[in-house]
């Protein structure tokens, strides 16, 4: 089934960017602030039309409402979201990741990349810190696996909605592979480098889960990325990880692709064995500079 897309009324609109509602109109008549007209003639807005108008008018930031506004405690979120309490805000999203609510967590999300804190801040400095604290309680036993992997499930969900609002760069300055390794299961620190990539300007090939080495080569001559970005999160068999680590490597150098790994697995890893090794990455902010 199809998500559906949240739209915003007029009231809703001018709540969020701080303004009133004849405003709204008045941009939308102008055609300043994109929207959607019903059969009725109502304005409908999604979030990527307040964004896009945000971003073509830098100097309204200052008075926008970065959270929907409904209640005394929606205007604390929204002026931390401005703040850049992320302090805060790790607390408030981890508890509204253990409470299953998506929306939530996307609209600090949205606050924050309306805010003009770029996409990388966002993940290093939020979302990777709530992954860490759900994956010390599941390391510690205070979670179940289930837990880890229903609270992980959330936050992935609401960091591929966040993408709906992001403007993708229509040039490509490069093709980058991104996988991780073939035995392991979470993705979701892949799937932030994915987003991260793709807002660089990267056309980025995501193989997802659990990805056979078999048939790397498959790839490489089928789409020649001049980039192998590899995700390591637990390594369970030291030999078999380092010899798919190693081949890897060198299907990559055949190909004159370069090799960027980011995770705590490579900690368990040789990196001197392979002659394409470009960079260790350890942040979001490090995927954005590579």
């Known amino acids: 089934m199809k998500e559906q897309i949240q739209l915003f009324n007029s009231v809703d609109a001018a709540k969020i960017l701080g303004v009133n509602v004849s405003t709204i ?34 100097k309204k930031t200052e008075r926008v409402n970065l959270f929907p506004i409904e ?33 939530r967590v996307q609209q600090v999300m949205n606050g924050l990349y309306l805010g003009q804190y770029p996409l990388y801040v966002i993940y290093d400095k939020l979302v990777t810190q709530v992954l860490h604290r759900f994956g010390e309680l599941w390391e510690s036993s205070k979670i ?34 991104c996988m991780i390794m073939s035995t392991e299961l979470h993705d979701i620190a892949l799937k932030m480098v994915d987003h991260v990539l793709e807002l660089r300007g990267f056309q980025v090939l995501n193989s997802g889960q659990m990805t056979p080495t078999l048939n790397i080569e498959k790839i490489f001559e089928l789409y020649r990325p001049d980039r192998l970005y590899i995700s390591s999160t637990v390594v369970l068999d030291l030999n078999s990880a380092q010899a798919e680590f190693d081949k890897l490597c060198y299907i990559a150098k055949d190909f004159g692709a370069q090799v960027f790994v980011g995770g705590r697995g490579f900690d368990q890893l040789h990196l001197n064995t392979c002659p394409v090794l470009k960079a260790r990455l350890f942040t979001f902010k490090d995927v954005f500079a590579s």
């Open 25 to 58: 109109k008045r941009w939308t008549d102008e055609g300043k602030l994109p929207c959607i007209k019903t059969a009725g003639g109502h304005r409908k807005f999604q979030m990527e039309h307040l964004a896009q108008f945000l971003e073509q008018n830098k």
């Open 71 to 103: 209640s005394d405690s929606d205007l604390n979120i929204s002026q931390r979201v401005m703040k850049g309490d992320f302090e805060f805000l790790i607390d408030y999203v981890q508890e509204q990741v253990r409470l299953g609510y998506r929306d």
């Open 144 to 177: 179940t696996v289930t837990e880890e992997h229903l609270y992980t499930q959330v936050v992935r969900d609401s960091i591929i909605r966040l993408q709906g609002i992001i403007k993708i760069p229509t040039e490509k300055i490069g093709k980058a592979f």
